[in-house]
């Protein structure tokens, strides 16, 4: 997608929304456990919650004053999200191993900018 692109259809304002929770998310997953207040005592679980529970709501009112309803900020975002899981696996990022503490990434130096296309749907891909 093109900068100008997403600009007008407001997918950086959807981006800049989630980067202002997304910093807050692992913080507070662990917190929440610690002081026993989670729904769940899997750090990552515990993860979603917060996103989909507490930090969702707050995206939808940032895009509302965007222009989007409700159901469109909410399908948007989850979108980005799948997509974001998407590109995240075919990278191969996850080992598959059960951490009990998030352990840093370092994507390797070639992945730097990669265009790689992350596409929804069962349809034919061009690679």
């Known amino acids: 997608m093109h900068l100008i692109h997403a600009h007008v259809l407001g997918y ?9 929770y997304a ?15 989670a729904r769940s005592t ?9 996103y989909c529970e507490d930090y969702l ?9 965007h222009g989007l309803d409700e159901s469109t900020a909410r399908s948007a975002w ?7 899981f998407l590109w995240h696996r075919v990278h191969h990022l996850y080992d598959g191993v059960k951490n ?8 390797p130096a070639e992945w730097w900018d990669s265009d790689r296309k992350v596409k929804l749907g ?6």
């Open 78 to 84: 989850y979108t980005m999200m799948l997509k974001g």
């Open 12 to 20: 950086l304002d959807l981006v800049a929304s989630h980067i202002r």
């Open 57 to 65: 709501p707050g995206i939808v009112a940032d895009m509302g004053k």
């Open 23 to 37: 910093v807050h998310y692992c913080d507070r997953s662990f917190r929440r456990i610690r002081e026993k207040e």
């Open 42 to 50: 899997d750090w990552v679980k515990e993860g979603a919650y917060c």
């Open 100 to 107: 009990p503490e998030p352990v840093p990434v370092i994507l």
């Open 122 to 127: 069962n349809g034919p891909t061009d690679n």
